[in-house]
């Protein structure tokens, strides 16, 4: 049984502080599970919004991807 969870205007500024946050393991992680979505067969424009990032950003990271995967395959 799934339940509504309720937050606060303070905890939703802390929580989206915490996604903005750019350090190299958030970073790795964040694209990383934007990586997976997008190999599930989620569009970017669904990955995004699942996880509060611009369209540009998981375009860009899915484009990195695939440039570091023909490099690796030559």
Do not use: H, I
Not at 14 to 36: E, I, S, W
């Amino acid at each position: 049984m799934m339940t509504e969870m309720f937050l606060s205007d303070d905890d939703r500024d802390k929580l989206r502080k915490a996604l903005d946050a750019r350090t190299p393991d958030v970073v790795q992680a964040r694209m990383a599970n934007a990586l997976l979505l997008l190999s599930e067969g989620l569009s970017v424009e669904d990955v995004a919004g699942l996880l509060y990032l611009p369209d540009e950003t998981v375009a860009g990271w899915r484009k990195l991807f695939a440039r570091r995967g023909r490099q690796t395959a030559a």
